[in-house]
């Protein structure tokens, strides 16, 4: 009765742990993508470039989807910067700042060449700290956008 009991308690267990695949789940069909340069609604210049770098860099990286130009892609990353704000962060026992923030608010949409949504996201936020002595808004921008670019890439690659 026992070997029974063991028996059905095994069979249950590895009912539970079925087939498991590591590849997105939204991808299917999808091996291939084009980004377009993103879209600025910001007063900040350049930071299109460096944003839509930053995602083809991280897509190269991330290696599930193979990145290529627009007319051989599977599907189509767009992306919009809607927000750029440097704000203070920190401050020392004077009042004076310590560190700043840049925060980031982009938008991104994945369609597949019939114009079929696969993933859109109307709001992500991230930011980069930077010291106020030492170092530039350009560096704490560098790791806001780095952060952004790695949410867009885990998001559109590993969304299971």
């Known amino acids: 009765m026992k070997r029974l009991a063991l028996i059905l308690i095994s069979l249950a267990l590895l009912a539970g742990c079925g087939v498991y695949s590591f590849s997105g789940s939204g991808l299917s069909g999808i091996s291939s993508v084009a980004v377009p340069q993103f879209e600025n609604q910001t007063v900040e210049y350049g930071i299109q470039e460096d944003l839509t770098a930053a995602v ?48 980031i608010t982009v938008g991104f949409t994945l369609e597949k060449k019939d114009g079929k949504v696969v993933m859109s996201r109307d709001r992500i936020l991230d930011y980069g700290i930077y010291a ?18 790695q949410q867009i890439v885990d998001e559109t690659t590993k969304s299971w």
Do not use: C, M, P
Request: hydrophobic share 35%; no cysteine; proline share 0%.
């Open 56 to 103: 083809i860099d991280q897509l190269i990286a991330d290696n599930t989807l193979k990145v290529v130009t627009l007319a051989d892609a599977d599907a189509v990353l767009r992306g919009e910067i809607k927000s750029y704000e440097r704000v203070a962060y920190t401050y020392d026992k004077s009042d004076n700042v310590q560190e700043y923030k840049v925060n």
């Open 132 to 149: 106020a002595a030492g170092e530039t808004e350009n560096e704490g921008k560098t790791r806001a956008v780095e952060k952004i670019a």
